[in-house]
Nanobody
Framework: QVQLVASGGGLVQAGGSLRLSCAAAGVTFRWYTMGWFRQAPGKEREFVAAINWSGSNTDYADSVKGRLTISRDNAKNTVYLQMNSLEPEDTAVYYC??????????????????WGQGTQVTVSS
């Protein structure tokens, strides 16, 4: 069965950095667009970033542009989210997801077929 295992979350001070990883198994990784979403307490799950199958195209939420960078390594079946200049507003559970859609639709979470279990990111002020 398909498994997406997210890791790398933790507690960091504002201005700090974290690198999230999401390892995929049971799926032909290079066939899928990969996305990162996040959900803060009391809020809906929101789009953060996405990357196409080859890594040649990326998309970001406006709130994270210039601070977060998504990348992937198809040889390792892993997608990454490098998070720099973190802000308290970035505090959330971060989820990775796999889907098959065009880059114009990556913000639509209903199009992702598979989801990881989430990893907590907490940014203190």
């Amino acid at each position: 069965q398909v498994q997406l295992v997210a890791s790398g979350g933790g507690l960091v001070q504002a201005g700090g950095s974290l690198r999230l990883s999401c390892a995929a198994a049971g799926v032909t990784f290079r066939w899928y667009t990969m996305g990162w979403f996040r959900q803060a307490p009391g809020k809906e799950r929101e789009f953060v970033a996405a990357i196409n199958w080859s890594g040649s195209n990326t998309d970001y939420a406006d709130s994270v542009k210039g601070r977060l960078t998504i990348s992937r390594d198809n040889a390792k079946n892993t997608v990454y989210l490098q998070m720099n200049s973190l802000e308290p507003e970035d505090t959330a559970v971060y989820y990775c997801a796999a889907g098959q859609m065009g880059m114009g639709a990556t913000m639509r979470r209903e199009l992702y077929a598979y989801w990881g279990q989430g990893t907590q990111v907490t940014v203190s002020s």
